[in-house]
Structures are given as structure tokens and as C-alpha cells.
């Protein structure tokens, strides 16, 4: 139903109406002041039941009481996405006895009409002004439909593909992460949509990369590895964060007082209200905590949570709690509070109902259409060109396109998860007919029944089109039920018979272009060996498929970075490029040494890596001083050559050792990067400001330590990067 209202809604006039919205965010001085009066005063006028219904989220759909919104007894909904729908909910607020408005909340996770790439491929664009931009207009259109939350961005750090929630991350690193989740947000959040930082904290560390699975995070990991990306989006204003669904180290996320209280309010000094996830609070009776939902409920909200998402557990027990004294009403109101807080902050009050009228011409508008494009575009990545296969060569006149997943299906994606189809996706066959010369001809074969490619519709047909041609584009990978959530994987080669098909290709003996649309990375050893090129996608959206027909056809250069390990098989999980030294490190793989016996220790495609239609050189890694104080900084410099005949764009990557320390340090970490463009023959410098500061760790009680010592700094494009510097960290 919503599919079909949402598409006649995008069938309507697009007149020019100019966008009011404004971007939401903390107010600050008198004018925060101000609000925690107006709260002060309004939780004065509530009932208990009303307090309790601040905390109530339900959603769009069976069992939805929208009587409930009428006698003030909820505070939010959800998957609300029809202009007409969210205005009737907006009305039925004015029938409820204070008239509190609803917050209203979607997983606008990257898009709502304009579709970008999925936040894993966003990050592999290593662009944090692009990846904001992103998010701003995935905000600005979900508010022109009345939405005010988003439940992203997901930060959760994860260093297993098996995971299928990887793709909503920003992959392995720590830096990057943090950078792309405080872009992320400010982008949402000027689009006028608040933020819900998830899942606070630890639910990417699940073991053996089950979804829902436990995690056991020693306390130094936990501050250097899986907190900061959430400290760096409140730091950028978050508004509100959400809890993870997992045990972390024997306490539910959704109940762990350390984490959601003493941390995140005590120590950070967080001012947003938490969300359970769906369902979670009642969940706690499944992991052991709790008897019942009533016991369940107090938990909850003792340890923290403002509101309870879909699980009804706040509405029904909450004030028998409090009315039986297990729950004190100073800690009920203090959940309402912030969740009042947070919608006088968002100017709910004030703002006016959502504008059905206006709403369809603010759907994929030419703007967010150009940022689409170039999102998907500097995200494909360039994993392997032998013999220079791309760009498609003039001499290739004929190219066959092989590949259910050439052609979108609108019906069904996962990643619309309110219902939304993808709209105006053009196929890969049409997109490459634009982009190469009009006598190369151009046919396309699916293959497979569906996107999925578990079973074939015309596997003979598939592998004769591509025997008569001169060049083969394969387009595989993951999609259905293969991807995000509840979708974990032991094995991570292509799903269904995409291999077989794969391999039937290679053996009529033209060159294969394999291009992967993929929610993670895959294990391609095999077509690492076989292939002429591979291209890699995380599902570029709207736009995505025409970006990678410009790849593919030369228009554009490749210009995106692995932002995730690929392994050479899943024996190798968890491989990241940061880890620890070992007292046996691998020399001449022989037994004894920290090795596999029977695969290579590297991964196959290893953080920071892409390849260009250009090729650079670094050349006099340079730091401003030799010796650096603790509370100072360094400039490192690098000069950055295009040795080639073609302009391109190189991800100019930083990275820091400290060989001795109280604590053993990673061999590699990023600590900073810089996308930059660079003309054929051209030198740039690039300059790093390093802060010493940044260069510490957190030991086993979760202090933060920094020592005096040499810092070995490597510059180059990826993880392996070998040109280098160094200075020492003295002590003031």
C-alpha cells in the first residue's frame, strides 16, 4: 500500500516550491534555557499516563492505535512515509488534551526518494564533504514528507564480513569511521531530520559475525576501537542514539547502566533522549535479565532507555511500576524530559503540519540527483585491471552485458526497508549504450529468475552472448535475502549460481569484467586469477548504475578506496589492517611464525586500496619537526605526482606506528587522510596537521595513555603505504 500511494505521490506535478525547512540541531544560551523552562512547566501538567506515553514508539501498520495518539498516550511513530498518512497523525496529536507533538522516525538510512550508495559504499568514496552532502538530501527529503528522525547513522565498528549489517557502516577503521559518522550527521540533521546514533555499543563484535550474537569487548578495545565513532557524532550534535540489541561482555546493551548512564550521560554529558531498538526491551526476559515485561521495563529504564520502539513494553507496564514504587517518578520524569527536550530543540512545537501539496516536487530534485551521481561514481572502486581491460578500449565494438542485477527490480530491495521502491534506475545496458561510441552494440542476457542469482531463467543464452562478443561485463553480487540485517554468512563467495555462471563466462575466452554489487566484501580469490577487471560496488543507487557505466566506458576515473579488508577466504576472519605485532611475525613463512599453513596471512585486497586509470608516485615524506611535545603537533608533508596522461584523484592516506610504547601498538593506524584531485603531470603537496595527543591509547581501566617515544608516519594510497617520515613524542 504504501509502494503504490508513495508512487503516485512522485507521479504528481513537480512544480517549483521553494523548501522551508530549516536544518534542526541544539539550541544554545538563553534560548536552551528557555526550553528547559517550557519542560519544566509541561511535565508539571502531565498525568502519569501521558509521562508514559512520551516513552511509547509504535509504528505504521497492524496493530497501529492511532486512538492512542488522540488521548496523548505516545510519543513517536515510525515507517510513517506517505505525506497524507503523517499529516493524519499530525492531526490526530491536536485531539490529545496537551497537544505534544509526535516525533516521527524512519530508517532514512541512505535515501528516501533519491537513492545514494549504501553507507559501506559511501564510505569507499573516502569524500566526507560528499558523504554529508548524501545525507542532507536523504534528510531534506524525508522532512519534506513529514519525517523528523532518522534511525542512522549506524557507526558500529566491524571487523567481519560475515556480518550482513557491515554495509551500513563505514567499515574496519576507526578514523575513518568516526570521520564518516560525524559527516553523516551533521548532513541529517541540516537536512531537518534529528539523528539516532546506533547501536550503542558493541553489536558489530557479535561472535562469529551472527547477528543478534554476544560480544565480549575488553574495556581498551572498547574506548579505542567501538566508542569513538559515537563520540564523534554527538560531538557533530546528535540528538538522540539507540541501543544495540547485543550482550555486551554479559550485560544487554539494552540494559547496561554503564554504558547508556554513566557513560553516555555522565561522562559525555549526552542531552538526548535513547531509544531501545525494535523490540529489545522485551527481549531482556530472552537474554536472562528479566522474569517478565514488567521486570523488563524497570530495567530498561533504569539503566537508561527514554523510549521503547515497538515493543509496548513502557505502555503497558510502566505506570504500574511507579504506582507500585519500583520505579521512582524523578527517573520517569527524567526520561520524559529528554525526550521532550529533544522535540522542543527540533522546533516541533512550532513547526507546521507537513505540506501534502508541496511534498512531490521536493522528490528527486535535479540537486539531489547530481550528488547521487557523483556519490555513487567516486564510491566504485577499481580492484583489479589487468592488461589495462578499462577503460573499454575503441577497439571493442561489441560488449555483452551479463546479469539479472544489470536491471534493477523496483519491487523488492532490502535496503528500502519502509517500502519504498527505487525510482528512475536506469539499467546498466542502457546507461553503457550513452556512454560508448554509437557503433559499439551493446546486448544484455539476465541469466538468472531474479536479482538474487540463485537460480537460472537462460544460462545457454547468457554464455552465447557473450562468446559472440568482444568484451563481457558481468554484473553480480548480493541482494534479497543475501544482505543486512539477520543476513550472516559462513560463506562469501557470489550466493546461488553466480559462480558457475562466472566461470562459464571465463571460459569462452573473452575478456570478463566482473562488476560487484555487494553489501560486503566478498572472497574473490578466484576471480582475482581469472578475471581481466573487477570493479566493486556497494550498491551505488539511484545513479549507481550509470556512474558505473561512465567507469566502465572511461568518463569518469575510478576513484574509490577499500574501506574494508577483502579476505582471501573466510578462514582468515577477522582480517584489518591494524593489528598488533607479534613475537613471531611472519618472515619467511615457515612453521613457527604467526602464519596459515595453508593461505597467505595478507588480505587480498587490503584497507585503503583502489586502483585509477591514472598512476601516482610519492615522493619526499617530510615532517616539520623532529621532536614534538605531547600537547603539540606536527605538519607532515608529501609531494604527490599523476605520472600518467590522465587526471585523476588519489586518496592520499596517513598512517602512524609507535614501535615501542607501555603497550603494544598497531603496526599501522590511519590517522588521516585527503582526497585530492591532480592533474596529468602534475605535483601536489598534500599537508597533514598530527596532533600528539591523538596518538595514544586506553589501557585496561579505560584511561587514556600517551607516551613519549619515536612515531614512525607512512604516506601513500592504501594500508601498505612505504614512503615515510618520522619524529618523537617528547614529554613537556
Known sequence: MILRLFAALLTCGFATIAFAQQGVGWKTGPEAAAIERKVDALIGRMTLEEKVGQLHLS?????????????GRMGAVMNFVVPQEVRQVQE?????????????????????????????GQAASWNPQLIEQAAYWTGREASAAGINWTFAPMVDMSRDPRWGRVLEGAGEDVH???????????????????????????????EAGRDYNSTWIPLSQLHDLHLPPFKAAFEAGAMTAMAAFNALNGMPATAHRGMLTDLLRGKWGFRGFVTSDFGSITELRLHGIAKDDAEAARKALLAGIDMDMMGDVFHKHLANEVKAGRVPVKALDEAVRRVLRVKYHLGLFERP?????????LMQTEEARKVARQAAREGVILLRNDKATLPIAPSVKSVAVIGAMAVPEDERVWTDPAGLGRRLVQPLPDALREQLPSDVAVTYEPAFTKNCGTEFKDKDAAVKAAAAADLVVAMLGEDCEFMGEGASRTDLGLPGVQQE?????????????????????????WADKHVAAIVQTFHGGTDGRAAIAEVLAGKANPAGRVPMSFPRSVGQIPVYYDQLPTGRPQKIRQRYESIFMDEANEALYP??????????????PRVSREKVAMNGAAEISIDVTNQSERDGQEVVQLYVRQPVAERSRPLRQLKGFDKVFVKAGETKTVRFKLEARALGAHDDAGRYQLDPGMVEVYLGGSSLAQAKTQFEITKP
Open 92 to 120: 490526530a496529536v491536536r485531539q490529545s488534551r496537551l497537544k505534544i507533538p509526535l516525533i516521527i522516525g524512519l530508517d532514512a538510512v541512505h535515501g528516501f526518494s533519491t537513492y545514494f550508495p549504501l553507507p559501506l
Open 353 to 361: 503540519d507537513v505540506d501534502v501539496a508541496a511534498a512531490p516536487s
Open 176 to 206: 575513518l569511521a568516526s570521520v564518516v559518522a560525524a559527516a553523516r550527521t551533521r548532513g541529517y540533521q541540516r537536512g531537518g531530520v534529528a539523528a539516532s546514533v546506533k547501536h550503542f555499543v558493541g553489536y558489530g563484535a557479535g
Open 501 to 525: 555462471l562466472l566461470e562459464a563466462l571465463v571460459e569462452t575466452g573473452k575478456p570478463v569484467v566482473l562488476v560487484l554489487a555487494t553489501g560486503r566484501p566478498l572472497v574473490l580469490t
Open 59 to 71: 509504528g505504521r501498520g497492524e496493530g497501529f492505535d492511532i486512538s492512542q495518539v488522540k488521548a
Open 607 to 620: 584497507f585503503g586500496f583502489g586502483l585509477s586509470y591514472s598512476r601516482f608516485a610519492y615522493a619526499n
